[in-house]
């Protein structure tokens, strides 16, 4: 996975979290961090993984699954999956900062 995607996902769980004011719980986290860097990884890395290849990071997620909260995730994003230039660089400040700590 290219360094690039976990910023990518960063942005797109920022964007669920205003559109639809979701929060993260440990309910919820896994599935949705999965989420964002499987479609992270399709939107910036051409040679990306497949749906197939994200469950065997986590147990207990299926395929099946994995593809119904892709396609969850982009309904409720209303398939607005465009990130602009301020948006990654703002996360890649978030991400530089808490390494930093």
């Known amino acids: 996975m290219e360094a690039e995607i976990p910023i990518i996902s960063l942005v ?8 639809k004011e979701i ?5 919820n986290w896994r599935g949705l961090v999965l989420t964002t860097l499987c479609i992270g990884s399709k939107i910036w890395d051409d040679d990306s993984l497949e749906n ?16 119904r909260l892709e396609k ?5 994003l ?3 999956i465009v990130i602009r230039g301020k948006e990654y660089a703002q996360s890649l400040f978030i991400l530089q900062s808490l390494a930093d700590q």
């Open 12 to 19: 797109y769980i920022q964007k669920l979290m205003e559109m």
């Open 23 to 27: 929060l993260i719980n440990e309910k």
């Open 52 to 67: 197939e290849h994200f469950p065997k990071v986590l147990s207990g997620i299926t395929l099946k699954e994995i593809s």
């Open 72 to 76: 969850t995730f982009l309904n409720l």
């Open 78 to 80: 209303d398939f607005d």
